[in-house]
Each structure stands twice: as structure tokens, then as C-alpha cells.
């Protein structure tokens, strides 16, 4: 299984941005879809996780500014990130667990200026 993520980017304090994470090749069926961050010089931590059908849980520090959603025709996870602030800046990356496995995706960097 292959993750591919994408919509990082720069920006400002306050703005917006949306993840997308695409899953392809032998998957099978999907259990958990999450997102993970890690912070420049910090371990990687969770973010928020959906449930295939569609219970979403999120981390205190990003609650209420992002949501998580995601796609079971497509295979596919997003993040909205909303009222992004400094200390959301980290690299983020996409995971999805299914029966026996579970696969990352490559990270997309994230980079909120203030």
C-alpha cells in the first residue's frame, strides 16, 4: 500500500490549509485513518484519527481548528487546519491501518509563519 499526501505549504498565522492523503495498490480493507505531525527537533505525535465510519478524535492542542474526514469510495484522508498557529509548524504525515498492517505516507511540511 502506498500513501501519497499532499497540500502543505507556508502560511501566515491564523490562515488555513488542507492535507490530503491518497492511499493506492493492494489495500484491501481499511481500519483507522489517522495524521501524525512531528515538530522540528521533536518526536512525532498524533494528530487525529477517523474511524471507518467516520468517529473522528483529535489531539487537545488541535481541537475545534481541524477537522479530519475521509473518503472510503476513494481511499483518501484530509485534514482542514484552521486558525494554524507557530507551533502547528511540523512535518505532517498521513497513516492508515488495516487488518495485520498499516502503511505512512512520505510527510508533507507544514510551515506557519507568525
Known amino acids: 500500500v502506498q500513501l501519497q499526501a499532499s497540500g502543505g505549504g507556508l502560511v501566515q498565522a491564523g490562515g488555513s490549509l488542507r492535507l490530503s492523503c491518497a492511499a493506492s495498490g493492494k489495500i484491501g480493507s481499511i481500519n483507522v485513518m489517522a495524521w501524525y505531525r512531528q515538530p522540528p527537533g521533536k518526536q512525532r505525535e498524533w494528530v487525529a484519527g477517523?474511524?471507518?465510519?467516520?468517529?473522528?478524535n483529535y489531539a487537545e492542542r488541535v481541537k475545534g481548528r481541524f477537522t479530519i474526514s475521509r473518503d472510503n469510495a476513494k481511499n483518501t484522508v484530509d485534514l482542514q487546519m484552521n486558525s494554524l498557529k507557530p507551533e502547528d509548524t511540523a512535518v505532517y504525515y498521513c497513516k492508515v491501518i488495516g487488518a495485520g498492517w498499516d502503511s505512512w505516507g512520505q510527510g508533507t511540511l507544514v510551515t506557519v509563519s507568525s
Open positions: 477517523i474511524s471507518p465510519g467516520g468517529s473522528a
